[in-house]
């Protein structure tokens, strides 16, 4: 039996952990989209999904399925005077408010064709869509893409949903994201969470699904960045990061600074589309937001979350995009030199320069720098989160290293092993995870645990690199 005294305490504390409970269920973030991001696996063919439902006016609720395969992730074979690729899509939907209903189960072939060499070098996509008319639910979509010359497969899923609605009931759909580039009259759906820096302009659409109504409606809408860090990484024999500082936090979602704003009213509506236009941000992180609220309604909230990287992400094109990684290789006189010249041919000219002046042999040297650079673009498909992933901790690692001979993941914590020797703490790389992957966090963020004895052998590693060994040994 609970005596006075606890019988007082539970209900004193009752109305703080009610207080504290509806702070929490309340969370914006878990209504944040991120996007899907091209899953990477070395030799495997990369593909992004997307999935939107919404209300067509004629045909009803639908869904448009869209996955995008990346050309140059394909294996090609000589046919005639051309390259031809030719990838099978299987696509399942599976009614979750009914899993045993799976309503579609369909396989889509489509052939790429090219008379380019260099196409296994090309990140342009090609687009597969699968319309559907369906009815209001929940559904699963699950799409796996083979490359039918190499035999291999990779697989996606993501989640979307219709609600089915009565007369004066309204909600939102998800938020669908557009790019345009400066000069063209395109917009390109952007079903990631990366945007290339060379993204001119930015358009956002949402439904407002509803049946007929005459209440009226306000839209309030904003344009949000968020602090984040987007820097280089700090040099792995220096000290750790401080648990406040931005770096280990990686992106405070609490922090944000309101770019644009703008209030609508529908007082006449259906289900209609409703866009919203910004010209593309500077590098960095932001979530564009919309509520809908009818007067004594609660409010109805959607976001859409997005990162600005680099020009031509995840390649490195330009010459200051090739010039940015050498931060790994260069003195910091040197580097901070290079990234003051303006002129984009100079800037390649000193590049040059430099990987000719350490290497010595110019062939070697192009092996070098392809190897270099390879490495670079890959720890951008792997390891990207907020920030580039060839400025993260493992992107650094990657890089100089490679991939490592053997790993150990822990529930926070991963250590890159570069020897067999596991007890050689030279030849060992341990990262820790501040905050875990979730709904409220959502991204993957490692960070180096740094060591002071990393320094020698971080100086046989650049020398290796600047001395074209490199090509044939790793450590």
């Not at 937001?289 to 609660?298: G, M, V």
Request: a positive charge.
């Amino acid at each position: 039996m609970l005596n006075p005294l606890r019988i007082f305490l539970l209900f004193l504390t009752l109305p703080l952990l009610a207080l504290l409970w509806g702070s929490c269920s309340s969370s914006k973030i878990p209504s944040v989209q991120q996007g899907t991001e091209f899953k990477y696996k070395p030799g495997y063919p990369e593909f992004r999904l997307n999935a939107f439902g919404f209300i067509d006016q004629d045909e009803g609720p639908s869904l448009n399925i869209t996955a995008e395969v990346v050309k140059g992730s394909l294996v090609y074979s000589q046919k005639n005077d051309s390259l031809t690729a030719t990838v099978a899509v299987d696509i399942q939907i599976t009614d979750l408010n009914n899993p045993n209903n799976i309503i579609e189960n369909e396989r889509i072939l489509k052939s790429v064709s090219s008379v380019d060499k260099n196409i296994a070098n090309s990140r342009e996509t090609v687009e597969i869509n699968h319309p559907l008319q369906v009815s209001p639910s929940r559904y699963r979509i699950t799409i796996t893409v083979e490359d039918q010359n190499s035999e291999k497969n990779i697989t996606q899923t993501t989640e979307t949903y219709i609600p089915e609605t009565q007369k004066g009931n309204y909600t939102l759909s998800s938020i669908q994201m557009f790019g345009k580039q400066k000069g063209s009259s395109e917009w390109n759906q952007i079903t990631g969470y990366d945007v290339q820096g060379k993204v001119d302009s930015l358009r956002f659409v949402v439904q407002v699904i509803s049946p007929q109504t005459n209440h009226p409606m306000t839209l309030n809408s904003k344009l949000l960045h968020i602090k984040s860090d987007t820097g280089l990484p700090r040099s792995v024999t220096r000290n750790n990061y401080n648990s406040s500082s931005i770096e280990y936090k990686g992106i405070d979602l609490d922090e944000v600074t309101e770019i644009q704003s703008n209030r609508r009213k529908l007082r006449e509506y259906s289900s209609v589309f409703i866009e919203y236009k910004f010209a593309n941000q500077n590098r960095g992180n932001y979530r564009f937001e919309i509520t809908a609220q009818k007067k004594n309604q609660d409010k109805i909230y959607k976001a859409r979350a997005f990162g600005v990287k680099s020009k031509n992400f995840p390649n490195l094109s330009s010459a200051r995009e090739l010039a940015r990684p050498l931060f790994y290789l260069m003195k910091s006189d040197k580097y901070e030199s290079l990234l003051q010249i303006s002129d984009p041919d100079s800037i390649k000219n000193e590049i040059d320069r430099f990987w000719l002046k350490h290497v010595g042999n110019k062939q070697r040297a192009k092996e070098v720098i392809q190897l270099y650079y390879t490495r670079v673009e890959e720890a951008n498909k792997q390891f990207s989160n907020f920030k580039e992933g060839w400025k993260t901790d493992r992107g650094m690692i990657y890089i100089l290293f490679g991939q490592p001979y053997y790993v150990r993941d822990r529930l926070a914590k991963v250590i890159w092993y570069y020897s067999y020797n596991l007890q050689d703490p030279e030849y060992q790389f341990r990262f820790e995870q501040p905050k875990l992957n979730n709904e409220f966090y959502p991204f993957v963020h490692y960070i180096l645990d740094r060591q002071y004895y990393y320094h020698s052998r971080l100086h046989l590693q650049r020398d290796l690199w600047l001395s074209g060994r490199i090509l044939h040994r790793r450590i």
